[in-house]
Structure formats: structure tokens, C-alpha cells
């Protein structure tokens, strides 16, 4: 198993930026394959950002893709989340998610780790 923590949320002006990290405990970092997802004040889940075990590739939500960047560090045991450019509507929890594999997917339910969550909140 492994466990998940995200940190980094806050309140921040439209146009700023901030970035979110997820620490992982348990079972090696490097053998999953990591996501973002968040939920919107009366939305549903949604896919933001993913990256494979290594690092080498990533995937985005068209909602998000060139001003959100995903990254992590396996020597930290860290996935990061940089958010760029805030909008209102990029206002969430945002939660990161561990797979065991390689691959990163989009569905939700392919994430079988995921953590407690993060507030985001983007004001005028």
C-alpha cells in the first residue's frame, strides 16, 4: 500500500500561481504511475493531470494544458502539481491519486491510492 498526502492549497488572486505537492509513504514511490484529480463546489471528479512511473510522460485535461505542469521526484517520494494562471473556475479540492503500473490513465477509478485532498480557492 501507500499512503498519500497532499499540501500546498490556499486562497489565491486570479492569474497567480501555486504549487501542490503529494508526499507518498509506504511501498516504493517509483512503481506508480501518479494523477490529479479535483472536484469543483457542486461538480463531479474530474481528471486534471498524469504522469507515468518514471517521469518521462504526462497527460493533461484541455481545461488545464499550458498552465498546469505535473512532475515528480522519486528520490522524494513527491508528485507535484504546478498550477499557473488561475482562474475562478480552477477553484477545487484537489486530490493526487497512485496506481500501480506504468502507465498513467484518466478514469478515476483506475487509482487505487489517493489522498485526503487540498483546497483551492481562486478569487477575483
Known amino acids: 500500500q501507500v499512503q498519500l498526502v497532499e499540501s500546498g492549497g490556499g486562497l489565491v488572486q486570479a492569474g497567480g500561481s501555486l504549487r501542490l505537492s503529494c508526499a507518498a509513504s509506504g511501498r516504493t514511490f517509483s512503481s506508480y504511475a501518479m494523477g490529479w484529480f479535483r472536484r469543483g463546489p457542486g461538480k463531479e471528479r474530474e481528471f486534471v493531470a498524469a504522469?507515468?512511473?518514471?517521469?518521462?510522460?504526462?497527460h493533461y485535461a484541455s481545461s488545464v494544458k499550458g498552465r498546469f505542469t505535473i512532475s515528480r521526484d522519486n528520490a522524494k517520494n513527491t508528485v507535484y502539481l504546478h498550477l499557473d494562471n488561475l482562474k475562478l473556475e480552477d477553484t477545487a479540492v484537489y486530490y493526487c491519486?497512485?496506481?500501480?503500473?506504468?502507465?498513467?490513465?484518466?478514469?478515476?477509478?483506475?487509482?487505487?491510492?489517493w489522498g485526503q485532498g487540498t483546497q483551492v480557492t481562486v478569487s477575483s
Open positions: 491519486a497512485a496506481r500501480e503500473g506504468s502507465s498513467w490513465y484518466m478514469t478515476a477509478p483506475s487509482y487505487s491510492y
Open positions: 504522469i507515468n512511473r518514471s517521469g518521462g510522460s504526462t
